[in-house]
């Protein structure tokens, strides 16, 4: 690629537990330069963030607390994000779950799956991988 200015990948771990998310989601919003981002986009890296380390820290350690990796870059030519998770807990492939049916009632619907649907319908991709004993969930988001 020549031309493209592509920041430098930033990494932050932490313990997988709920109460990290704020400290997470400001490490991301930070390493993409929080000044350049508007506010909807602002808001969307934060629930796609939300949702994959939530989903981590209540489902990856059942019988131990485990750690979260995130690894973040921008993509100046692209205009674009690429955030991607790692852990070592259990193997899941959040992808593979079915789709939620939207034309049921909240009520009416199973628990789980809207999270992850709404994380493809945010991001232009994403991929998952289990690799050396790591579950790998990576997103790019439009940063316009």
Do not use: C, W
């Not at 986009?41 to 350690?61: H, P, T």
């Not at 319908?121 to 790998?136: F, K, L, Q």
């Amino acid at each position: 690629m020549i031309g493209a200015v592509k920041t430098e990948e930033k990494k932050l771990r932490v313990p997988a537990v709920i109460e990290k998310l704020p400290e997470v989601q400001a490490f991301i919003i930070e390493s993409l330069g929080s000044a350049r981002l508007d506010d909807m986009v602002r808001m969307n890296i934060d629930l796609a963030v939300e949702e994959v380390f939530v989903n981590i820290a209540s489902y990856a350690y059942p019988d131990t607390q485990g750690e979260a990796e995130v690894t973040v870059s921008r993509d100046d030519e692209t205009h674009t994000a690429h955030i991607v998770f790692s852990d070592s807990g259990i193997a899941f492939d959040p992808l593979s779950v079915p789709p939620p049916d939207l034309e049921l009632s909240a009520e009416e619907r199973p628990v789980g799956g809207l999270g992850i649907f709404l994380l493809k319908e945010m991001a232009a991709d994403v991929s998952y991988v289990y690799e050396n004993g790591r579950n790998i969930l990576g997103f790019t988001m439009k940063l316009e």
